[in-house]
Every structure is written in C-alpha cells, then in structure tokens.
C-alpha cells in the first residue's frame, strides 16, 4: 500500500479518494499541501528505510512554510479539502490546519536524529525553552508554534510538551524494542566526546544505564565491565535474557576507549 501512496520525490501524500484523487501531492492546483505527519513518522518509527528517508527529509528541508518557527507544523499551505472554511478555528496557523503540536515534533526530533540532524534538533529545543521559561508549554500551539493557546492563563502546562524533550533524550541511543530483544542504535552530536545517563532506561524488568566515549562508529561494548560481542559499526544488539537485571553499558565509538 505505502507504494501507491508514494510521490516520485519519495515523500508520502495524505490520502487518495476512491476515484483517485490525491491529497498532499505538493504544488499540486488541488490539494497541494505537504502532510507532515506520515512523513516525519515514517522516518522516526522506521517504515522507511535510509534512503526514501533522507528523500522525505530533504523534501521537508526544501519547504520553509513548514518549519517556520522550527517546529514542524501539520501542513503547507492551508488545507483546502476541510469541511469548514479556513477561518477562526480553522485558520492557518491556528488549530489542526497548521498549528503546531508537540507530539509531532517529538516524532520530527526522532527523525532528526535517525538522520544525523542535530542541528535541526538543536533549534527545534531553543524554541522550546522560549515556553518552558516562561512557564508556557501549552499544547497545541498558535501563530504556526509561536504562541500559546491559552494566553490568559498565567501558567500553561499540557503534558503533550514533554514529548519533544524526551525524544532529544531517547533520540541518542535510539531505542529499538523487540518481542526478543532490545537493539541500541547510537546518535550521538559529533561535538560531543563523553555523555553518562545518570537514569536508567527500562528494558522489561530490568534497568540498564547508558554511557558512550568517542565519536564515530561504535567499536567496543562494555556491559558491567566486561565486552559483549554482540554489535556492529551501527548499534548493539542487547537479547533479554543475556542481559543482567542492571546492566551498566558502555559504548565505545571511533577511538574512544570505555571503561
């Protein structure tokens, strides 16, 4: 099906009627918009490999009306296939026609780092802290993700604003879980050098915490002081029941040396 939905430039349009009407072919005269959200969630949940994944991206990269504040917002330019006419609630920019929501970026900050975008993660986070300074992290969010949806509350806390966040946290060690296992795949900004997660990521009962040192591809593992076997250049491999109920992890990358 994902074929039939797929644009000669990579991308993935919105839908396509019955009669074969396509929603979300960009630049099209009727219904031309990009659809963010199948595109930034093929790339975060994998759906797409590397290559149709880097084509989504720089279809995403080449539209500047759907990063205008760095979010990603749902669609460029208006709908023009709601049952109701762009206007209050429906406005660009406003509310589901362009208004910015935070679980679509957390998916978006996925991508980037399944990609090796930091810096788009970087400015993404920067837009964030403007609101969470504040004390503003409302959901959805207005003036294409530059304003709250609620401005006369002295406070704004909608859980939704977490996403973001925790996909800059997970987006590093790219957790991958399967029925069998668990498999790392390490994203790690080139400017960094050492990072120790100080928490411990759940992985069925157990507990592991995560450390990397170097930068590069990934040449040494570490698991409670001993090597483990059981990667490649691109991620490692962590099957449930070889790994102890609280697994110290230590990835070594390039020339970096774990310990």
């Not at 490999?49 to 995403?60: G, H, L, N, P, S």
């Not at 023009?80 to 589901?96: I, Q, T």
């Not at 029925?179 to 507990?207: N, Y």
Request: contains cysteine.
């Amino acid at each position: 099906g994902l074929d039939a939905l797929t644009t000669d430039e990579g991308y993935l349009v919105r839908s396509i009627d019955p009669d074969g009407t396509v929603h979300g072919l960009y630049g099209a005269e009727r219904h031309g918009y990009f659809e963010a959200s199948p595109n930034h969630d093929a790339i975060c949940f994998r759906v797409v490999d590397d290559a149709q994944a880097e084509r989504i991206y720089a279809k995403i990269a080449s539209i500047p009306g759907l990063r205008p504040h760095s979010f990603i917002i749902p669609n460029y330019p208006s709908y023009d296939d709601m049952y109701e006419r762009p206007a209050g609630l429906w406005s660009f920019g406003y509310w589901v026609n362009g208004g910015h929501w935070s679980t679509c970026e957390a998916r978006m900050i996925m991508g980037y780092y399944r990609l090796g975008k930091f810096e788009d993660a970087r400015r993404s986070m920067l837009q964030l802290m403007k609101f969470a300074r504040a004390f503003r992290m409302d959901n959805p969010l207005t003036d294409f993700g530059n304003q709250v949806y609620q401005p006369n509350e002295p406070i704004n806390l909608c859980y939704d604003t977490f996403g973001p966040a925790a996909a800059l946290v997970r987006g590093l060690f790219e957790y991958l879980y399967r029925a069998d296992g668990l498999t790392l795949v390490p994203h790690i900004p080139p400017g960094i050098t050492q990072l120790e997660q100080l928490f411990p990521i759940r992985f069925g009962e157990k507990r592991l915490y995560l450390a990397a040192i170097g930068a590069g591809p990934v040449t040494r593992v570490l698991i409670n002081g001993k090597p483990w076997e059981r990667f490649d250049a691109t991620s490692v491999s962590l099957p449930y029941e070889a790994v102890p109920e609280e697994a110290r992890i230590v990835i070594g990358l390039g020339k970096g040396k774990p310990e």
